[in-house]
């Protein structure tokens, strides 16, 4: 088989024009492509018409050292490149990259006598960098040092992501009223536009930091990392970050948080965690609420759970109603426990 | 639809790729997205052809290639492939399925000349 394009061989497989990976020189390694003898090759004519026959070409050619370049990425994230060869000998059967190989003949031209049988266009000139990084692993490291300084600190950090309309404010006025009287709290609020939900925290007493993200529809590490600089929250607290209202994107973006808390409420489908599963594979926690409302309704609550863990199995679910404080103590319990358990880790950080 | 803060993260990377490398120009960037990522390939292509405008990358071919969806299933202790968060195990029926391969988002690797 052809190595560079998968044609030839058992079966020739024609229009795959496009270079495959495979076929890329990697820089630091020598590609073992297959030996140079006897074989079957498939021509094109100008005129269009195809065969194939098998022969033989012994050939010599001559290349400069493998000089290439190295990109080394550091676990610090630092990346630094440097050039360097092999100088090297070997019999035909390896691969260089590099050097063009084209035949020509009245009416003929042969692109492909080269040890890989195929001619790459600007393979000559170009070569390929190895980057191999996360599309998001700037937002990664950033919340990997806002999940530091957490930890660092003892806070206990909540990222809480819903649709618009599911009662994330509600439930939060509610549970920090709750919680008020024995556990120092902290709210980021994200939104699109306005300040309404953060001033709505902020009339239970506790600091709230409204962020607005004009037209983006998520928070990020970055956003909330600044947004810490200006709370300022106290060691052993909870912070609450209540997400823009969007059940798609949020679930992409890490901010350092202990936990994704996802909020469904009676009054919307069932089938959300289905229609929506990135939100849900992403949460620790999902709180189902309004249940208060369920008598109004022909929302299947079993049904809801089932779907939601079809897409997370351990996922844990809390039925709870802001309006009425249902499902509050299992609710407040659960926070309480995850609180004791950024204590113990910050007074004990080498046990974790 | 957060595929345009998604194109803004691989023109910062590429460009960080070629910093010390003047004059480069950036042909194809190759990317590897895994089926049960979040992103919607088509609406990526869409994005990354506005930001890359005017960047090292400026009019580059993006190749995308797929990482196919696999997940453990508990039921079954074993890798079993799945296209979607919520696929039940091919093998036993079940939905006891953790995606383990398939999530992956990256700029794989870039062709400069």
């Known amino acids: 088989m052809c190595t560079v394009c998968g044609c030839g061989g058992g079966g020739a497989k024609i229009g795959t024009a496009a270079r495959r990976p495979k076929a890329r020189p990697v820089s630091g390694k020598t590609v073992a492509w297959r030996p140079v003898g006897e074989h079957e090759h498939e021509h094109v004519h100008l005129d269009g018409t195809r065969h194939s026959h098998p022969h033989e070409h012994p050939h010599d050619h001559d290349h400069a050292p493998d000089e290439h370049e190295h990109v080394h990425l550091h676990a610090d994230g630092t990346r630094h490149g440097h050039a360097h060869s092999h100088p090297h000998d070997h019999t035909h059967g390896e691969a260089h990259a590099g050097v063009e190989h084209v035949s020509e003949g009245a009416g003929h031209m042969h692109f492909g006598t080269g040890p890989a049988h195929a001619h790459v266009p600007g393979m000559s000139q170009s070569q390929m960098l190895k980057i191999e990084q996360d599309i998001l692993g700037k937002n990664g490291a950033l919340a990997a040092i806002n999940r530091r300084e957490f930890a660092a600190r003892g806070i206990f950090a909540l990222n809480l992501v819903s649709s618009p309309g599911s009662g994330k404010t509600s439930l939060l006025v509610r549970t920090i009223r709750e919680l008020a009287d024995r556990v120092a709290v902290t709210v980021i609020e994200g939104d699109q536009q306005t300040e309404f939900d953060a001033e709505r925290i902020r009339e239970t007493g506790v600091p709230a930091l409204q962020i607005n993200t004009g037209k983006g529809c998520h928070l990020d590490a970055d956003m909330v990392a600044r947004g810490l600089r200006k709370l300022a929250p106290a060691d052993d607290s909870l912070l609450l970050i209540e997400n823009v209202g969007n059940l798609v994107c949020p679930a992409a973006f890490d901010l350092g948080e202990a936990h994704k808390v996802a909020i469904l409420s009676v009054t919307e489908g069932e089938d959300k965690p289905l229609k929506y599963p990135d939100m849900f594979a992403a949460a620790d926690l999902m709180l189902l609420n309004k249940i208060d409302l369920l008598p109004y309704l022909d929302f299947d609550t079993e049904r809801a759970i089932d779907y939601a863990r079809r897409v997370n199995p351990a996922l844990v679910v809390i039925r709870v109603s802001a309006r009425t404080g249902e499902g509050f103590d299992e609710w407040l319990a659960w926070i309480d426990a995850g609180l004791q358990r950024a204590r113990r880790d910050r007074s004990a950080p080498q046990a974790r | ?113």
């Open chain 2, 1 to 113: 639809m957060h595929e345009m803060a998604l194109a803004e993260s691989v023109r910062g990377i590429v460009e960080n790729a070629v910093r010390d490398r003047p004059g480069c120009k950036v042909k194809t960037v190759v990317l590897e997205i895994g089926t049960l990522a979040s992103v919607e390939v088509d609406a990526l292509r869409f994005c990354l052809e506005v930001v890359l405008r005017d960047s090292v990358a400026d009019g580059a071919n993006v190749e995308v290639e797929n990482v196919p969806g696999q997940g453990w299933c508990i039921e079954c202790a074993g890798n079993v492939p799945i296209s979607s968060l919520f696929d039940a195990c091919p093998d036993c029926g079940g939905y006891q399925v953790r995606p383990t391969s398939g999530t992956e988002m990256r700029v794989k690797e870039l062709e400069v000349e």
